[in-house]
């Protein structure tokens, strides 16, 4: 079995599991070639938890969850020194907190007060932990998805954009279609009555999981996928839209604010590449780009009064920049 196609199996497994959300378990395989992180957006109920834990299940890999609350403090995340002692010895031990793992579901994450946030988005951005002086690396698998609910704003804490920024997708969770409904009611009874049937723990036992070295020797493989200088120019046109949008269309900059960061280049060209080898190509098609540019992009664009105030949304403004600049 070929390096994409454990992938792809591993897509298939999660798929199984988590019925009707496609899209985000895509997004998710993305995110661990890319070697970025999610911020997952969605109404309650609708399998964001569930999709990492069954990542997690299918991968050889560690998974901590960390529900965000207003009274979480940083070291509750980073981890802190404890003393020790023992023979009449003393000694302070860095005890590691749950970031120190290989997959982090940092739920409602705009619940936790800003310095919270912040502790989590640095362990993100330096893939490392500084605690008393002392520099603590995180594994070399480390990919977190974080999740916002969309209603019930009060008491919350909003990301600055920022920090926003240090997401590589913000990721969109909708209602599964309606033919999906009935087999998500079907496949959790199944799940239930399986729970205490040994035929159930002895088939869990027996499940070939991906190892972590496969997830390094794919991103390998999408370090070597070509990319035209056409579709480079391309990539950079969309972001060179979102800064200047006044050379495009004169509502378009009526809309946008501020545009994305170098961080929305360096995303769409991850993605754009890892989208392309996941499909099976060795080369970078525009269409790989369009197919990943609102996930990249719907969180680093900051609208303006007039875009909010008309009811106008970050994906809207994305399809009118795709429109907008040609396809080189």
């Given at each position: 079995m070929t390096v994409r196609d454990s992938l792809l199996d591993l897509q298939k497994q999660v798929g199984e599991t988590v019925l009707g959300q496609q899209g985000m378990i895509e997004r998710l395989i993305l995110g661990l070639l890319a070697n970025g992180h999610l911020l997952v957006e969605g109404l309650p109920g609708l399998a964001k938890t569930r999709a990492i834990k069954k990542m997690s299940h299918f991968l050889d890999a560690g998974l901590s969850r960390i529900q965000f609350t207003p009274d979480l403090l940083p070291s509750d995340i980073t981890g802190s020194e404890i003393y020790y002692s023992a023979e009449g010895k003393g000694e302070f031990r860095f005890q590691p907190g749950p970031v120190f793992n290989n997959l982090v579901l940092a739920d409602e994450i705009n619940r936790a007060p800003a310095k919270v946030q912040s502790?989590?988005?640095?362990?993100?951005?330096?893939?490392?932990?500084?605690?008393?002086?002392?520099?603590?690396?995180?594994?070399p698998l480390f990919l977190v998805m974080a999740t916002q609910n969309p209603i019930e704003q009060e008491g919350t804490y909003p990301l600055p954009e920022a920090q926003l920024d240090r997401f590589l997708m913000h990721v969109y969770v909708d209602y599964p279609e309606e033919r999906s409904e009935r087999n998500i009611m079907l496949l959790v009874r199944g799940e239930e009555q399986a729970s205490d049937s040994t035929v159930a723990a002895t088939s869990s036992s027996a499940i070939q999981r991906v190892q972590q070295?496969?997830?390094?020797?794919?991103?390998?493989?999408?370090?070597?996928?070509?990319?035209?200088t056409a579709v480079e120019d391309y990539i950079v046109a969309l972001i060179?839209?979102?800064?200047?949008?006044?050379?495009?269309?004169?509502?378009?900059?009526?809309?946008?604010?501020?545009?994305?960061?170098?961080?929305?280049?360096?995303?769409?060209?991850?993605?754009?590449?890892a989208y392309a080898w996941l499909k099976g190509r060795d080369y970078v098609r525009p269409d790989d780009v369009q197919a990943i540019v609102h996930d990249v992009l719907r969180h680093r664009l900051l609208l303006s009064y007039d875009a909010q105030a008309g009811g106008v949304k970050a994906d809207q403004v994305i399809s009118k920049v795709v429109e907008l600049v040609a396809v080189a």
């Open positions: 502790a989590l988005l640095e362990a993100m951005e330096e893939r490392q932990v500084t605690v008393a002086g002392k520099t603590h690396a995180l594994p070295d496969v997830i390094f020797a794919a991103r390998k493989e999408v370090h070597d996928i070509q990319m035209a060179e839209a979102t800064r200047y949008p006044e050379r495009y269309d004169k509502e378009l900059r009526k809309w946008i604010q501020i545009g994305a960061s170098p961080r929305g280049t360096i995303g769409l060209d991850k993605c754009s590449r």
